[in-house]
């Protein structure tokens, strides 16, 4: 008998609800681990067809209630909104698809053990399709507060953390409709599968790897840092957005970087770090600026590492616009302009940097403004310092893994990530942006320090666990200023996720296929079965 639809709907609109609230700034992380339950009920329950617009409508709920700061940047609008919302939201219908798929010709066991495999698969392609790509709201990010639950990232990267959440909703699952089954007296979804006995099986399987993955993780985390410990400042000067690229507050901003730089090195450090796009004009055509920076290194008299544009001015021949490199530079008193080291941005933010596909899509039929303003880098610069080889990341780059680990892989030793935040307002984006940021740490096993413009600045440890960041007296750590003074210490050896990248990810997307093989070409014996799409 089919479920009534308004039930459904509510099923699926209560998993989208308890899946915003696993994530920051709500931070209530243990519902992730039962969110997926509701969803997974009502695609026991439907055809592939209902199955997809069932999903499509969690997704799209939950997108929208993770991106809702997105509002707050300028020039994006509600419809910009919802075409984001309907296209991250369509993964979780494929996700519908697919389960109900398998569910209808193989039973729900079978769809319940493959949930975890069409998850991960599905993940990894809308984080890496493309101009598209955007590795936001992976489920393994709500987990970032507990580094007892995120180890095996080491091994297994961020899609294992997923994968193992979705396990432990799809064991829920079964046990609940086993326990429902047995109190109503009824038959079940699970009558239908060939194997009467996998649900059994894949319960006490799923709580095996569970339990084997607390374990790892509290070895790991109990094991001390060895090295030696570099101490490094984080500056967070709060710019307003409106002041940045303002010629008459030039001054005021170059001023209080030069007033937090010199209190910061009052400390020592071996490295002091300013935020993305920190200077006011290009540091490569404002001489004022360009010589401003330089008498504040040579103040401070230790390295500084910060963001800058970079003018690049293509001859008149081919063009007249004047267009910028989003860069870091490595500054020191010690060395001549010539050895000062460089990296420039490989990774723009599409619709923020450039238009993809600018003169193939019509972008403007959707409000979309044309942006022609940046190019890219080409280049993994690992910055070489006295105390430590390090790489940088800029703004939205540490939130793709493979970044990160190119840079460990070249020998970095530790993750510098510069960014400016602004745009969002007093919204929860910063404290996503952390969230990923905990990963690219346990991934490789690397300390992270990041110096963000209004916050949040702080300094990851290995183990993913935020040493200390940026607050003012009353405990705020966004729109604030100040320092961080810490230490990191230098990582040299790689991970296995670090050697071997997501090789889950190719293992979940070959058992996908094999599961759904099966039901298209395995599974007629189900074809008579009561759910229909």
């Not at 639809?5 to 920051?24: C, D, G, Q, Y």
């Not at 109990?222 to 010629?247: C, E, L, T």
């Not at 670090?498 to 997307?509: A, S």
Request: charged residues 15%; contains cysteine; positive net charge.
């Amino acid at each position: 008998m089919k479920e009534p639809m308004l039930k459904n709907i509510l099923f699926s609109i209560s998993s989208a609800f308890l899946l915003v609230l696993s994530f920051p700034q709500f931070d209530l992380s243990f519902l992730a681990w039962i969110a997926l339950t509701p969803l997974l009920a009502v695609l026991a329950t439907s055809g592939p067809k209902r199955g997809f617009l069932f999903s499509l409508l969690c997704g799209i709920i939950f997108f929208s209630g993770i991106f809702h700061w997105i509002l707050e940047v300028p020039r994006y609008r509600l419809l910009h909104h919802g075409i984001l919302g309907l296209y991250l939201g369509f993964y979780f219908g494929l996700f519908g698809l697919a389960f109900s798929g398998v569910c209808v010709r193989l039973g729900l066991t079978t769809a319940l053990i493959a949930a975890p495999f069409f998850w991960v698969s599905l993940e990894f392609l809308r984080s890496n399709l493309w101009f598209l790509a955007l590795p936001w709201g992976l489920l393994a990010h709500s987990q970032h507060h507990h580094p007892v639950f995120i180890q095996t990232a080491s091994v297994t990267g961020t899609y294992g953390v997923s994968f193992l959440i979705v396990l432990v909703n799809s064991a829920l699952t079964a046990v609940g409709d086993g326990v429902l089954s047995r109190f109503k007296n009824h038959a079940t979804a699970f009558d239908r599968t060939p194997f009467p006995k996998a649900r059994t099986w894949a319960v006490a399987i799923a709580g095996g790897i569970w339990i084997i993955s607390l374990i790892y993780s509290q070895v790991m985390i109990s094991r001390p840092f060895d090295g030696q410990a570099a101490k490094v400042a984080v500056v967070q000067p709060n710019i307003p957005q409106n002041k940045k690229w303002n010629r008459k507050y030039a001054d005021f901003i170059m001023q209080t970087y030069a007033d937090l730089t010199e209190h910061a090195a009052a400390e020592q450090p071996a490295l002091i770090i300013w935020p993305e796009s920190a200077t006011p004009a290009a540091i490569n055509q404002n001489m004022k600026v360009k010589r401003q920076v330089e008498h504040i290194v040579r103040s401070a008299e230790t390295y500084l590492l910060l963001g800058s544009c970079e003018q690049q001015k293509f001859g008149q021949r081919r063009s007249k616009k004047i267009i910028y490199k989003n860069s870091a530079f490595l500054i020191s008193a010690k060395n001549r302009p010539a050895k000062r080291q460089r990296y420039q941005k490989i990774r723009l933010l599409p619709f923020g940097e450039y238009l993809p596909l600018k003169k193939t899509i019509p972008w403007s039929m959707i409000n979309v403004p044309d942006i022609e303003r940046s190019v890219p880098g080409n280049k993994y610069t690992v910055f070489e310092h006295p105390a430590f080889r390090f790489g940088v990341t800029i703004c939205w780059e540490n939130i793709f893994p493979e970044m990160v680990r190119q840079y460990v892989l070249r020998g970095a030793e530790v993750i510098v990530n510069i960014t400016n935040e602004a745009w969002f307002g007093k919204t929860a984006a910063p404290y996503q942006f952390v969230s990923m940021s905990v990963f690219r740490a346990v991934e490789n096993r690397i300390y992270v320090a990041r110096s963000a413009n209004t916050g949040i600045s702080c300094l990851i440890d290995p183990y993913g666990r935020i040493v200390d960041r940026v607050r003012n007296a009353r405990g705020d750590d966004t729109f604030v200023r100040g320092n961080l003074i810490g230490y990191v210490i230098p990582m040299t050896s790689k991970t296995f996720y670090t050697r071997y990248g997501d090789w889950p990810v190719w293992v979940c997307t070959v058992f996908s296929v094999v599961f759904i093989l099966l039901a298209l070409f395995k599974g007629s014996r189900f074809k008579g079965s009561e759910v229909q799409g």
